[in-house]
Structure formats: C-alpha cells, structure tokens
C-alpha cells in the first residue's frame, strides 16, 4: 500500500514569494514562470489558480521585448505590404460586389 502523501500549508508569504518569482521569472524570460514555480516549490497549477482567483490578483503576463526593440525600417516595409495586400483585397472586393449587382440585376430580370 502507497505512503499517504502529507498536504503542505502555504503560508500568505510563501504563496506571495511564489508568485514574485513567477513574475520576475515572466519579465526576464517572457513566460514559463508558473511552469518553473510548479517544479521549484512542488505546487500544484491548481493551487495557483485557486489562490490567484482567491486574492484576486494574477501574476502580470511580460510582454515580449524583442517587439519593443523591433527595426523601424522593416516595420516600415512590412507596413507597406500591408498596405499593398489591402489595396489588392479592396479591389477584389468591389470587383465581386459589381458582379453581386449584376447577378441581382439578372435574377429580378428572370423573376419578373
């Protein structure tokens, strides 16, 4: 027969140095911070859930810096396919609603 499992109380600073780190370990890598915290002080995902639910507070999702140090010069040209590919959608567009008129015109005309 298996050893019961003994259940460990997280006191309210443990469980705030928990999610320090999980949001230190977010800003310095972008993510992954609840994955390590889970390994490193043997919680459960679900434990996290239940006390970031119960105080109300979720550890802050990073945001990813390579897109703040992204090069203003591909931006740029990435803008400007963009654009061209709209320009491109817009034309097929009125294009197909011409002929939506036209196909209305024709079905009133067999109709009537």
Known sequence: ?????????????EKSDIFAFIEKHNAENGRGGQTVAIKKFGV???????????????????TKTAKKNRNPSKLWDRLSAVKSEIAKSEKLL???NREAKELRKEIRAAID
């Open 44 to 62: 459960t995902a679900a434990s996290l859930a239940a006390w970031s639910k119960k105080s109300g507070k979720k550890p802050k999702k990073a």
């Open 94 to 96: 009125a294009k197909l």
């Open 1 to 13: 027969m298996p050893a019961k499992r003994t259940i460990k109380r997280y006191t309210d600073q």
